[in-house]
T-cell receptor
Framework: GNSVTQMEGPVTLSEEAFLTINCTYT??????LFWYVQYPGEGLQLLLK?????DKGSNKGFEATYRKETTSFHLEKGSVQVSDSAVYFC?????????????FGEGTQLTVNP | DSGVTQTPKHLITATGQRVTLRCSPR?????VYWYQQSLDQGLQFLIQ???????AKGNILERFSAQQFPDLHSELNLSSLELGDSALYFC????????????FGSGTRLTVV
């Protein structure tokens, strides 16, 4: 079955540091890949997505590239801010005809200190 | 506001009881998904409905059931509650295909005491 593996957290960085959160996946076919962010006490928000190999998703300074050869979708940001502190989830969506379930990774807690 | 509305936001109930969680999808979305987020299991897919019909089942217990009504809102029924059912329950909706992605509601926090 499908699965997503994220780097273990928690991750603690200083403001303006470079961020990488690793994500690898196992899936049949060609899934769509997503990063979701969950701020304390809130639901999940879509951060970025990529639907095919070599696509780069980007939003709010975050980027991730769909790498089919390494089955990876690592999240990066060049300079993190305190406001980026949250839990980040990598996810994939298999393709079904009428909507698709998301398979999530374990989540990575990011704390950014001033 | 994501457009997906979940009620109630918080629920505290006793073991053995039954509760109903409600979800109104984003306008125009036909698919509704239910997820459970717990500390030990992470985010687990429970069940999907598309335009009133069950389309996919995940790790949903037999004590749990769901339905989607003609107006497309959905309800998740949890019965014979156990302490381990304490979790955040999220609803998400999508227009249809997997590439579109989801919109999540803010969740219902269920505490079983």
């Amino acid at each position: 079955g499908n699965s997503v593996t994220q780097m273990e957290g928690p991750v603690t960085l200083s403001e303006e540091a470079f961020l990488t959160i690793n994500c690898t996946y196992t899936a049949t076919g060609y899934p769509s890949l997503f990063w979701y962010v969950q701020y304390p006490g809130e639901g999940l928000q879509l951060l970025l997505k990529a639907t095919k190999a070599d696509d780069k998703g980007s939003n709010k300074g975050f980027e991730a590239t769909y790498r089919k050869e390494t089955t990876s979708f690592h999240l990066e940001k060049g300079s993190v801010q305190v406001s980026d502190s949250a839990v980040y989830f990598c996810a994939l969506s298999d393709r079904q005809s009428s909507g698709s379930r998301l398979t999530f990774g374990e989540g990575t807690q990011l704390t950014v200190n001033p | 506001d994501s457009g997906v509305t979940q009620t109630p936001k918080h629920l505290i109930t006793a073991t053995g009881q039954r509760v109903t969680l409600r979800c109104s999808p984003r306008s125009g979305d036909l698919s509704v998904y239910w997820y459970q987020q717990s500390l030990d299991q992470g985010l687990q897919f429970l069940i999907q409905y598309y335009n009133g019909e069950e389309r996919a089942k995940g790790n949903i217990l037999e004590r749990f059931s769901a339905q989607q009504f003609p107006d497309l809102h959905s309800e998740l029924n949890l019965s014979s509650l156990e302490l381990g059912d304490s979790a955040l329950y999220f609803c998400a909706s999508s227009a249809g295909g997997g590439a579109v992605g989801y919109t999540f509601g803010s969740g219902t926090r269920l505490t079983v005491v």
